[in-house]
């Protein structure tokens, strides 16, 4: 794929969130924190259902880390901060990333051209980045480069909005088809979770109780949370 296209992707994105300015996404809006229990509680079960007792020995990438949260998180599961790394496009959220977790390895780079050898990593993940991404061959080439640097029999943890939101343009939904055919070459687990944030962000406000009654409806679930394990 022609570097210019990517560079061009990548220059949109910084662009978009440059201008994003919302306090929907303050670390303490209850519905971001009705998110982050969930996705700690449905990746403890995948870990004690693929028998990953601990993360301690395994080295761990994060495309899109922002600043630093979903890794710094892994150590709940035993993982070792010096063996965690973090990529991403913004410098801000990078400079914040490495204050706040200075054991943790961040690097300003373009998920579709990882500055990482084949066979590096052991667990990778990817929350919310790729339906940032509009152009469909630059998300193929970030798959390619997710895949190409983790070990055989290693996993991608993939979470992400299935729908489009039509007053958003700036993201666009991937469903099920789509990433089965992005992760062709990789045995997948899929699951529903996360309540669509129309309905999510008031029923947060109200209690976690409400959120919790309310994600126990399928039709009312609105990302995948996908375990990709490369064969």
């Not at 667990?123 to 798959?143: C, G, H, N, P, Y």
Request: glycine letters at 6%; charged letters at 25%; proline letters at 5%.
């Amino acid at each position: 794929m022609k570097e210019s296209a990517i560079s061009v992707e990548a220059d949109r994105i910084r662009k978009v969130y440059a201008e994003r300015e919302d306090e929907r996404y303050g670390s303490a809006e209850p519905f971001r924190m009705q998110i982050l229990h969930e996705r700690q509680e449905r990746l403890l079960r995948f870990f004690h259902d693929a028998g990953m007792a601990s993360l301690k020995d395994l080295t761990i990438l994060e495309v899109g880390c922002g600043t630093g949260g979903n890794l710094r998180r892994l150590s709940d599961f035993g993982a070792d901060p010096q063996r965690c790394f973090g990529i991403d496009l913004f410098q801000k959220s990078l400079r914040e990333a490495q204050y706040v977790n200075p054991n943790i390895s961040f690097a300003e780079a373009n998920a579709a051209q990882l500055p990482f050898a084949a066979n590096s990593f052991d667990l990778a993940f990817q929350f919310t980045v790729m339906t940032s991404v509009l152009d469909s061959q630059v998300r193929k080439e970030i798959v390619s480069e997710v895949r190409r640097v983790l070990r055989s029999g290693s996993y991608l943890v993939w979470y992400d909005f299935a729908y489009s939101n039509p007053r958003n343009p700036t993201v666009r939904g991937i469903g099920r088809s789509e990433i089965e055919d992005l992760l062709s070459g990789f045995r997948l687990q899929f699951s529903k979770i996360t309540l669509a944030p129309p309905i999510g962000r008031p029923a947060a406000r109200v209690s976690p109780m409400l959120y919790r009654i309310l994600t126990a409806i399928p039709l009312l679930r609105s990302h995948y949370f996908c375990f990709a394990q490369k064969i």
